[in-house]
């Protein structure tokens, strides 16, 4: 079997595992045939990709760490908030974890945007009890550990869907409502005696960085405890290899890169090389790419080939990417997701951190200008720079909104009045306009009073007062 994600499958392929609904119902099952129907359907359900039979990789077995029986449980209890059944499912995952013995994490997501907090919370136990076994960790302790990452999330229950599944951009205050999970999470379990210490810490602090920069308190790396950093690795390390409604998923090679470069930042480092060992680069049944320009399918990953693969290729043939005759292949990046680009990069530390910095677009069609506030925002603020009213527009059809837009009036074809008469219509004025000009004429003033803009500042300006005057609309903005 092999991995294809959803953009590159093609009716008549056949399913090489069941797909399953968010009550745990089999939606499609394997050996059903895709049609054209099917997969718009599964796209619209926020599937990423499915596995499929062919010939080729008919000997290619990609085995989940869990049986999905158990799966479904564990997913069903989150979901009714059932936190004895939690408990239960944890001891029977510890079981089947330690049966198994060594556990490679080769299944890639099989799960829709409805499901995600439960199957996330379901993946995250079964990482941090993989983890756990690799530190050596006795049976109850994982039992113990495996319990606090099925609770985790538990207080994103009580978050409305709107911000959980937003595609957009958090606005600060739905950041901030997001934030408060952990504490939530923390609050149904507080006071269970039957819960211990440990569990309750390691729900309450999975969210905080060994620098301190966490929440919801902020405690440093020696604070912590083992459970509450390997649940953080695991969930992070989840988000990023899940398809969600505002990003397409991380290849694992590009998730443990990134866990790799937050060590000692983010994560616990011992913690992050122990999931390395536990999570292949390169999983089973996915297509991989060669600078010679040939692809094929992973077939084998296990120790020795963690970094160089044994690939199936498209002519049937078998290439150990390990031997010496073919070290000078190199593997391209996963497809999917080619490059990562600045906004990506930014993107992927403010879902890291839990806070975002606010977005400013600035208009002027005068370089200096743009410059000027570029550098006396760019530490507190995200800064886009734009050169006109049109670009503006454009900008603002394709990209989440901003928190604010810093307008100039004075601009050629079309001035920032007009520009903003558009902005306003089109955004329903949810986003605040503050005009930069070093026009005062009491026409101008006027024509912008009766737009009823968030403010007004004159040329030449002290960066102070920009920024207090900012600072200003984004609150009084956020209460509204
Ligand atoms: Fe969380």
Redesign the pocket.
């Known amino acids: 079997m092999r991995y294809v994600s959803l953009t590159d499958a093609q009716p008549g392929m056949q399913l090489a595992k069941d797909l399953y609904d968010v009550n745990g119902r089999t939606l499609v099952g394997s050996h059903i045939m895709l049609t054209a129907n099917y997969i718009d359907k599964l796209i619209e359900y926020g599937f990423a990709g499915v596995y499929i039979v062919d010939d080729l990789t008919e000997d290619i077995e990609v085995e989940d760490a869990i049986s999905p029986q158990l799966r479904t449980e564990g997913m069903e209890k989150i979901r009714s908030g059932d936190i004895d059944g939690c408990k239960e499912v944890a001891e029977k995952l510890v079981e089947e974890i330690l049966s198994r013995g060594k556990i490679s994490l080769d299944m890639l997501d099989l799960r829709s945007y409805d499901d995600y907090t439960y199957a996330h919370s379901v993946n995250v136990a079964v990482i941090s009890g993989v983890l756990g076994m690799g530190f050596g960790l006795g049976e109850k302790e994982m039992a113990q550990l495996v319990m606090a990452a099925m609770l ?2 538990l207080g ?1 229950l009580s978050i409305p869907p709107e911000i959980l599944n937003k595609p957009g951009r958090l606005t600060q205050k739905e950041y901030h409502r997001m934030q408060e ?2 504490v939530i999470s923390y609050e149904l379990i507080k006071d269970r005696f039957d819960i211990s210490a440990q569990v309750k810490v390691a729900v309450l602090f ?2 905080e960085n060994v620098d301190g920069s966490g929440y919801p308190n902020g405690i440093m790396g020696e604070e912590q405890t083992l459970f509450t950093k390997i649940i953080h690795v695991a ?1 992070v390390y989840d988000a990023l290899v899940s398809k969600r409604p505002y990003k397409e998923p991380y290849a694992p090679c590009e998730a443990a890169e990134y866990l790799m470069g937050g060590c000692g930042i983010l994560f616990e480092r011992e913690v992050v090389t122990m999931l390395l060992q536990a999570v292949p680069l390169y999983p089973k049944g996915t297509e991989l790419c060669l600078s010679d320009g040939r692809c094929g399918i992973v077939k084998e990953n296990a120790d020795v080939h963690n970094l160089r693969p044994v690939l199936r290729m498209m002519d049937g043939s078998t290439l150990d990417l390990s031997s010496r005759e073919n070290l000078a292949l190199a593997i391209l990046p996963p497809g999917g997701k080619q490059e990562v680009s600045i906004n990506d990069e930014e993107e992927r530390r403010e879902m890291m951190h839990g806070y975002r910095k606010q977005q400013i677009i600035v208009v002027d069609d005068m370089k200096t200008n743009l410059q000027m506030l570029y550098d006396i925002l760019k530490d507190d603020y995200k800064v886009t720079l734009l050169k006109s009213g049109e670009q503006l527009l454009r900008y603002l059809e394709c990209n989440p909104r901003p928190d604010l837009i810093l307008l100039d009036i004075d601009m050629p074809q079309m001035n920032g009045i007009e520009a903003a008469e558009k902005v306003i219509e089109m955004t329903e004025k949810t986003v605040p306009i503050l005009f930069v000009s070093a026009l005062c004429d009491s026409k101008t003033v006027m024509a912008c009073r009766e737009l009823d803009v968030a403010g007004y500042i004159v040329r030449p300006y002290q960066p102070v007062y920009i920024r207090e005057e900012i600072q200003r609309v984004l609150s009084r903005w956020e209460v509204s």
């Open positions: 985790h999330d994103k999970h952990p999975h969210h969930d």
